[in-house]
T-cell receptor, first 115, second 109 residues
Framework: EAGVAQSPRYKIIEKRQSVAFWCNPI?????LYWYQQILGQGPKLLIQ????????DSQLPKDRFSAERLKGVDSTLKIQPAKLEDSAVYLC?????????????FGPGTRLTVL | DAKTTQPNSMESNEEEPVHLPCNHS???????IHWYRQLPSQGPEYVIH???SNVNNRMASLAIAEDRKSSTLILHRATLRDAAVYYC??????????FGAGTRLTVKP
């Protein structure tokens, strides 16, 4: 079974530039998550989708971050404009369905460096 | 939100059992206890989860205290590949997964 795919794996940009990350979840998984992991910390949930609808985006900085999951499969996360403090690993995860007993499967992440 | 407390780091010898503790004194009756681990340069990986009863799977065992205010992840025979950061997480009906700093496990040969 193929895992969660993410691209690119690495990205370096200058502050105030824009960047986008792509995620392809495991086939058939209805729930998709984006996390931000700053060096030395645990991942922080940014947004959760159930199919193509947003379930939770309470921790997404909406002035600069946006995410979409058109057609309920792939998802993109965008930062515009980037700040130095956005340097982090951005992780995508998926699960078969939502709910507190379901296992989440994580992708390898995209490491973003903002100069 | 219910929170968890874990030691920052632990050490173990290879092929010996490892007991990783987690305190969650404010756990609610509907919170599930999940454990994930993160190997270097990888995304987190599911290890095990439980609600009230002890659980076993091919990777580990989860022992949950009777009052559910603490739990212990047990690796029966640590290998060098088990060196990782282990996260204890409470998940409620809102499905939130709030990671803490976790426990960094070092396995010595």
């Amino acid at each position: 079974e193929a895992g969660v795919a993410q691209s690119p794996r690495y990205k370096i940009i200058e502050k105030r530039q824009s960047v986008a990350f792509w995620c392809n979840p495991i086939s058939g998984h209805a729930t998709l998550y984006w996390y931000q992991q700053i060096l030395g910390q645990g991942p922080k949930l940014l947004i959760q989708f159930q199919n193509n609808g947003v379930v939770d985006d309470s921790q997404l900085p909406k002035d600069r971050f946006s995410a979409e999951r058109l057609k309920g499969v792939d998802s993109t996360l965008k930062i515009q404009p980037a700040k130095l403090e956005d340097s982090a690993v951005y992780l995508c995860a998926s699960s078969l369905m939502g709910g507190p007993s379901n296992e989440q499967f994580f992708g390898p992440g995209t490491r973003l460096t903002v100069l | 939100d219910a929170k968890t407390t874990q030691p920052n780091s632990m050490e173990s010898n290879e092929e010996e059992p490892v007991h990783l503790p987690c305190n969650h004194s404010t756990i609610s009756g509907t919170d599930y206890i999940h454990w994930y681990r993160q190997l270097p340069s990888q995304g987190p990986e599911y290890v095990i989860h439980g609600l009230t009863s002890n659980v076993n799977n091919r990777m580990a065992s989860l022992a949950i205290a009777e009052d559910r205010k603490s739990s212990t992840l047990i690796l029966h025979r640590a290998t060098l590949r088990d060196a990782a950061v282990y996260y204890c997480i409470l998940r409620d009906v809102r499905n939130d997964m709030r990671f803490g700093a976790g426990t960094r496990l070092t396995v010595k040969p």
